[in-house]
C-alpha cells in the first residue's frame, strides 16, 4: 500500500516539474515573439549546423531530405491564405469594387508558428544525426535532383494561386506615403495657417 502512494508521489512530482519546464519554454517563447530578426538568425545558426554535420559526417541524407520537405510544407502554408478561394465562397476580392475594402492577408501558418516549426524540425534532424538507425544508405544526388524538381514544381503553382486570386503573402510593414504629415496649402493646413495670422 505504502509503495503505490510513494510511485504516485513520483510521478505527481514528475509532472509538476514538467509542467514547471513547459511554463518556462512557453515564457520565453513569448518573449521572442516581438524578436522576428533574432529568431530567424538563430534558425539560419541552427540550420548550418545541421548541414555542416551532414557535409563532415557524408551520411544521414535521408534525414536531409526530409527536414527539406518538412520545410518546403511549412513554407507553402506560410504563403498559403488562411481561407482558400478555391474551397470557400467568400474569399479574397475577384474584382476592383472587391478589392477596395481593406482585408488584411490572413496566412495559414501564421510567422512565429512557421519559425518555431523550421526550428523544431531542425533542432529534431540534428538529434536524429546521432542515430545510426537513421543512416539509411542512399545516392544522394538523386535525392537532391528529386527535391529540386519538387521544390520547383510546387513554388510554381503557389505563385500561379497567387496570381490567379491576385494576393501577395509578403508584407514590409505599413505603407508609407510621400507627404504624409507635410502641411500643404495657402493656410498651411490645419491650425498652423491660423495661428500664423493670429487667431
Not at 37 to 59: D, K, P, T
Not at 138 to 155: A, K, Q
Request: glycine residues 10%.
Amino acid at each position: 500500500m505504502m509503495e503505490g502512494s510513494d510511485f504516485d508521489d513520483g510521478s505527481s512530482s514528475f509532472d509538476q516539474k514538467k509542467a514547471a519546464a513547459r511554463r518556462v519554454l512557453q515564457y520565453w517563447l513569448d518573449k521572442s515573439t516581438i524578436f522576428p530578426l533574432q529568431r530567424w538568425i538563430g534558425f539560419g545558426v541552427l540550420f548550418a549546423l545541421f548541414s555542416l554535420r551532414i557535409y563532415l559526417i557524408q551520411g544521414y541524407f535521408i534525414v536531409a531530405y526530409g527536414l527539406g520537405i518538412f520545410l518546403l510544407n511549412n513554407f507553402i502554408a506560410f504563403l498559403s491564405p488562411l481561407e482558400d478561394p478555391r474551397d470557400s465562397g467568400v474569399g479574397l476580392p475577384t474584382t476592383e469594387s472587391e478589392g477596395k475594402e481593406f482585408r488584411p492577408f490572413q496566412r495559414r501558418l501564421p510567422e512565429f508558428k512557421f519559425w518555431l516549426a523550421c526550428a523544431r524540425g531542425t533542432l529534431i534532424g540534428i538529434c536524429m544525426t546521432f542515430f545510426s538507425i537513421f543512416d539509411i544508405p542512399v545516392f544522394w544526388p538523386i535525392l537532391l535532383i528529386y527535391f529540386g524538381v519538387l521544390f520547383f514544381l510546387t513554388m510554381k503553382r503557389q505563385i500561379m494561386h497567387m496570381y490567379k486570386h491576385k494576393y501577395v503573402p509578403i508584407s514590409f510593414g505599413k505603407a508609407k506615403y510621400k507627404d504624409a504629415g507635410v502641411e500643404q496649402g495657402s493656410f498651411g493646413g490645419g491650425m498652423a495657417g491660423a495661428s500664423r495670422k493670429g487667431y
